[in-house]
């Protein structure tokens, strides 16, 4: 997603979020956005292990767009 895209998001560290807030979000994303792990399909826990250490890594990030009122998880750029 560019800049330009995101004038009305606010990135959202993901140690900013309770560890039950930062869990809801990482299992609606998971749940909305599907996930490929290829031929062997993983386990929920398992998925929300890697979007954790997604995060952690900073290969993915939080952002808050005003503009709609809701929190996604992203690639970072």
Do not use: C, W
């Not at 560290?13 to 998971?30: K, N, S, V």
């Not at 995060?55 to 992203?74: K, Q």
């Amino acid at each position: 997603m560019s800049s330009s895209e995101h004038n009305d998001a606010v990135e959202i560290p993901h140690t900013a979020l309770g560890a039950d807030t930062l869990r809801a979000l990482i299992e609606e994303f998971i749940t909305r956005a599907g996930t490929d792990y290829g031929a062997h399909e993983a386990s929920f826990e398992r998925k929300i292990a890697d979007i954790m250490r997604q995060l952690e890594h900073g290969e993915t990030r939080i952002v808050f767009d005003s503009a709609t009122g809701t929190a996604n998880i992203v690639l970072s750029e």
